[in-house]
């Protein structure tokens, strides 16, 4: 294994693991393919890059995490191929892609929960509310909610409240702002924040005190080091795992995406990643810690995906990946 690591950017020439489909060596492919954005998307992009390029070595892909609104900064302005998102493009990112002629395929690729974590010491709390979330995250919090006993007077154990979250480019902030709190990026700011999501696990791991949240992949990555919540949406505390979320009751749930500039589709060496990245989804989410989506909607995000299908379906839908994509 090969990488040269600078701002977050990895160049990856790494050898096939195996269960991994397609791949195989194309005869003359070469260039490369540059993919930015989430850091919840970046572990499964950075697995399929790992993959790809034993069979296509003359090809560079380089992966980097910037947040998703970084990504469709950048992706908009014609700077990378791919776009990483865990969350579908909002009405001004797309305005200002079409404003500078960028079009775009979107696929979802899998699903992610939302987990919100504490310190293993912690000892008063194994289920919170959204409710309760709001009551620390909401922007009236600032300054004024500084304690886990503000919160509910049965956590006064819990002393001072640390609070650890993604930063305003991140995808998850603008999931968790949302579902949480009514409105996107409406968030109390004196937190610790940063689009890498091992910062937080640290923070988190080190301090007895301390609150966060971040894709679940990184939960189950860490298990020992940060504790997960069950979370009570409304209907009872449920345990962030990929059983609750596949089954659709795990309320912090979302599907994550890559977008492709339609433009750079026509290259050969994008065409062929892309493919490879669909065919082998699936397993390599699973692999990373996310969870896979059934079989039938792979089919048809494949289907999109072979007939260049430009724009969204995703942004400001409602409803399961299965009904927005029209699978039963």
């Known amino acids: ?124 709390l194994t289920c919170i509310t959204i409710d309760e979330l709001k009551k620390i995250w909401e922007p009236a919090a600032q300054g004024n909610v500084g304690s886990w006993a503000q919160v509910n007077a049965s956590w006064s154990a819990g002393g001072n409240l640390k609070l650890y979250g993604p930063g305003t480019d991140s995808g998850t902030f603008d999931y968790f702002t949302e579902r949480v709190n009514g409105k996107t990026k409406d968030s109390r700011a004196d937190y610790t924040p940063s689009e890498d999501d091992n910062v937080l ?29 069950e979370v009570n949406g409304g209907k009872g505390c449920i345990e962030p795992t990929p059983e609750n979320v596949e089954a659709g009751v795990y309320p912090l749930s979302r599907p994550l995406f890559i977008y492709v500039r339609k433009d750079a589709a026509e290259r050969p060496e994008v065409r062929a990643f892309v493919d490879f990245y669909l065919e082998n989804a699936a397993f390599l989410a699973m692999d990373v810690g996310y969870i896979r989506f059934p079989e039938p909607f792979y089919e048809r995000i494949k289907a999109y995906w072979d007939a260049g299908s430009e724009g969204t379906i995703f942004s400001g839908k409602q409803g399961t990946v299965g009904e927005i994509l029209g699978v039963n």
């Open 201 to 229: 696990v640290q923070g988190v791991a080190g301090d007895k005190g301390a609150l966060g949240y971040f894709g679940l992949a990184f939960l189950q990555q860490n298990v020992g080091r940060i504790k997960g919540i």
């Open 1 to 124: 294994m090969i990488r040269v690591i600078s701002a977050f950017v990895i160049f990856v020439t790494v050898a096939m693991t195996a269960g991994c489909t397609g791949g195989e060596n194309v005869l003359g492919l070469g260039g490369s393919v540059t993919i930015d954005g989430s850091s919840t998307v970046f572990p499964i992009s950075e697995a399929v890059a790992e993959e790809f390029v034993r069979s296509n070595s003359k090809v560079r892909v380089t992966v980097g995490l910037s947040g998703t609104g970084g990504g469709f900064s950048k992706f908009c302005d014609g700077q990378i191929d791919i776009s990483d998102a865990s969350r579908p493009i909002s009405a001004p990112e797309m305005e200002t892609c079409a404003a500078r002629g960028i079009s775009f395929i979107e696929l979802p690729v899998a699903y992610d929960a939302l987990s919100i974590v504490v310190n293993p010491k912690n000892d008063w």
